[in-house]
């Protein structure tokens, strides 16, 4: 009975107190970047991940293509703990059929499955980093000029076969525009020939929210190197598996794929400087 009574006590200080537990922007939607608001004291878990915070309790965490219609995020202080439930809006994908991809692109021959499966290793490794920089919070711009031809979470069917869902946001442009950096960060991988992305560039903006730029023509750019917000990083290319020259732009929170439109006001559009 005794320790029952404790147990409301504590829920009732918990409930009191609630009103200074951790607070989040951005709407809860497929592909979103939330940002948080840690109060002193307070640890943040997400899918069993504590989450980085920075020296004023800034925090990322990102919902996938396919997030659930609802998760909880696990706010911890000293003893006590509370979970936060969100809805999270579900989406409807496009079908995006592209035909006139070189059938090696859409069925590789067996000699090249090694090479494919090493840089697919190399570049979720550096999607993992979990840096102390905090370039995420600053508001993003588009990295190039063009129409948007291709959007964030379309199943894919190429030549027919139906392939992994396109998580990036399609931008056309001409082979050697500039592509600028979105969000200061440091760039973390760079390799001008995976067999699927072809010139790869990967900018990590902080708290494992990186960007990932492909189907580049020419990097400008070494890993180490850090960019400030504009900087020229690479040119536009068709490089891999792509039938025109355009701008793959993806975001990532670690291996979560977020939109990268959903970063910008819904009329905001990349022909706009
Ligand atoms: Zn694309």
Do not use: C
Request: proline share 5%; net charge positive; charged share 20%.
């Amino acid at each position: 009975m005794r320790f029952q009574f404790l147990l409301q006590v504590v829920s009732v200080f918990w409930v009191a107190s609630q009103a200074n537990a951790a607070t989040f922007e951005g709407a809860w939607v497929q592909g979103a970047l939330i940002i948080g608001q840690a109060k002193a004291g307070e640890q943040v878990f997400y899918q069993g991940r504590e989450l980085k915070q920075s020296a004023q309790g800034r925090f990322a965490l990102g919902l996938g293509r396919d997030a659930p219609s609802r998760v909880s995020v696990l706010v911890k202080k000293g003893e006590q703990q509370e979970t936060l439930s969100f809805d999270v809006r579900q989406r409807e994908y496009n079908i995006q059929r592209i035909e006139g991809v070189k059938q090696k692109h859409v069925t590789p021959p067996a000699e090249l499955t090694q090479r494919i499966q090493q840089e697919s290793a190399a570049v979720k490794a550096a999607r993992k980093r979990n840096d102390n920089r905090t370039d995420f919070l600053s508001h993003f711009i588009w990295p190039a000029k063009g129409p948007i031809t291709g959007v964030y979470g379309s199943q894919r069917f190429y030549n027919g076969t139906p392939k992994s869902p396109h998580y990036g946001v399609d931008i056309a442009g001409p082979t050697g525009a500039k592509v600028i950096a979105p969000a200061a960060g440091v760039v973390t991988f760079a390799n001008d020939d995976l067999y699927y992305s072809g010139g790869t560039l990967i900018v990590d903006h902080g708290h494992g929210v990186s960007s990932t730029f492909i189907h580049l023509s020419k990097l400008e750019v070494a890993v180490g190197d850090t960019v400030k917000q504009g900087d020229l990083i690479a040119r536009i290319g068709a490089s891999g598996r792509a039938t025109g020259p355009h701008l793959d732009w993806r975001m990532n929170w670690f291996n979560e794929r977020l939109d990268p439109q959903l970063l910008f006001p819904e009329n905001s559009k990349p022909e706009l400087p």
